[in-house]
C-alpha cells in the first residue's frame, strides 16, 4: 500500500532540529548545467532612423550661424521646424 505523504514525515521535513527545537529542511545545492557566459563588451547603440521625406514643395538647408536646419519652400514659406 501506498504511504500517504505527512507535514511530519521526515523525508519531508528531514530529521534533524535547527536551535529553536523546529525541523529544518535539507539543503541540497541544485546542480546546473548552465555555464556562465563570458561578458559582453557594451554595443553601440543603433543609428538613427532615416528622416521621412519632407513634403513635397518644401526643402531643407543648414543655417550658416548655428548649423541648425531649417525647412523653406519655392513660394517663401521659412520655418525651423520640419513640415509635416
Not at 22 to 28: H, I, Q, R, V, W
Not at 30 to 47: G, I, N, Q
Amino acid at each position: 500500500m501506498h504511504k500517504r505523504p505527512s507535514y511530519f514525515d521526515p523525508d519531508i521535513i528531514g530529521s534533524e532540529k535547527n536551535a529553536l527545537g523546529l525541523y529544518s529542511t535539507p539543503t541540497k545545492t541544485p546542480k546546473s548545467s548552465v555555464t556562465a557566459a563570458a561578458p559582453r563588451p557594451p554595443s553601440t547603440p543603433p543609428p538613427p532612423l532615416p528622416k521621412a521625406a519632407l513634403p513635397v514643395g518644401w526643402y531643407a538647408a543648414a543655417d550658416e550661424a548655428t548649423g541648425k536646419e531649417y525647412y523653406y519652400t519655392a513660394e517663401g514659406a521659412v520655418t525651423w521646424e520640419r513640415p509635416q
